[in-house]
């Protein structure tokens, strides 16, 4: 009997062992793909999802592509073949993406659009991410207001800059400022002495500060060294505005005679907060991260148990195969007024951060 008894406990305890095992490793893996290391926002999107993995139950691999297109290619390829059932992905160049989704798809791999969304394919299945025309919106209308275009009679000198090409995103920011600008541009008030203006040859490919620091540095010299003043610059993000700044700061902006210009931006990275608190930069757009993770894992929630997460839009992002269902989150504008109750009461960051 005892002999019965001690090999039915140890039976049971290798069952245990078993189904414990097994149900560590059954966890749902998912890759996440980000672009770069290079930009503050993507590396906190890359530890907020996965650590909002986690807290939902799942396993994950993050990998950051090094703004290459080949890189983040491969980084995917390797996803699927370690067994990711989803992929989460902000694609650096949304139109390289089609070949490596179709292999996704074979494997019944599902796949988000995160941030950016991925052109040209059919196998993209979800797009969580900003409203990105209201970005543009928000910028334009913080330079009408600051400028006060709608009372002053002007007319102001304003230049214009736009995002990567290869990024869906670009076009979106630029026409929604561009939207909210043109009447101005139209009517006079607005000025673009470089008289550039189209999409093309204001965009800073691959969103670098150095690009758009030395296109800054032709747009001085050419337009605005004879004492010209330049009111204001409409800068789609971060990134590119730090370029401005470096570059207005070589040309010895920021005196009593030659003000900063208006200056926009998106992200609230901290370089470009301190520089708002500074007086170089006029405003950014909070696109707060750690909503857009959140969201992100509830769409993976919903997919894993076989129901259709949510989405508010089902009719702005067609990426060239089909019209992707989208969850839009609501972006915000910052600047010395607001930047206290919007990113250090929310704790986002905190005030060491950015001063
Ligand atoms: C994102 C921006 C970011 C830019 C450069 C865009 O797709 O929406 O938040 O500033 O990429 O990384």
Redesign the pocket.
């Known amino acids: 009997m005892k002999k019965i008894l001690v090999a039915l406990l140890a039976l049971a305890m290798v069952f245990t062992l078993v189904s414990c095992n097994k149900s560590s490793s059954s966890k749902v893996l998912v890759g996440v793909s980000m ?1 770069t290391q290079s ?1 503050q ?2 590396n906190q999107d890359g530890s907020n999802m996965v650590s909002q993995l986690k807290s939902a139950g799942y396993d994950s691999i993050l990998q950051y592509a090094n703004n290459d297109v080949t890189t983040q290619v491969q980084q995917i390829e390797n996803m699927i073949t370690k067994g990711c059932k989803i992929l989460v992905i902000a694609a650096i160049d949304g139109s390289s993406m089609t070949d490596v989704l179709a292999t996704a798809a074979k494997n019944n791999v599902k796949v988000i659009a995160y ?2 969304l991925i052109m040209q394919t059919p196998n993209v299945d979800y797009y969580a991410t900003f409203d ?1 025309y209201k970005v543009g919106q928000l910028q334009g209308k913080y330079i009408v207001d600051q400028l006060k275009l709608d009372s002053a009679s002007g007319p102001f000198n304003i230049e214009i800059f736009a ?1 990567s090409p290869d ?1 869906n ?1 670009a076009k979106f920011f630029f026409n929604g400022a561009m939207d909210v600008l043109k009447p101005y541009i139209s009517s006079g008030k607005l000025v673009i002495k470089s008289g550039q203006k189209d999409f093309n040859v204001v965009a800073i490919t691959s ?1 670098t500060s150095a690009t758009a620091q030395s296109r800054m540095d032709n747009l001085i010299t050419a337009n605005y060294a004879n004492g010209t003043k330049l009111d204001a610059i409409l800068s789609p ?3 590119i505005a730090i370029g401005i700044v470096a570059s207005l700061q070589s040309h010895n902006y920021g005196t009593a005679d030659k003000p900063y210009p208006i200056l926009t931006g ?2 609230c990275d901290k370089p470009n907060v301190k520089a708002v608190l500074a007086g170089q930069q006029s405003m950014s757009i909070f ?1 707060d991260t750690r909503k857009l993770a959140s969201e992100t894992v509830t769409m993976i929630t919903a997919m894993e148990k076989a129901q259709t997460p949510e989405t508010n839009d089902s009719k702005t992002y067609n990426n060239g195969v089909k019209v992707v269902p989208t969850e839009l989150l609501t972006p915000v504008f910052v600047d010395k007024s607001n930047y206290k109750s919007i990113l250090i009461d929310s704790g986002y960051y905190k005030l060491s951060d950015i001063q």
Do not use: E
């Open positions: 672009p930009l926002r993507w941030d950016r990105n995002g990024d995103n969103w993000n971060d990134s998106q992200d696109k």
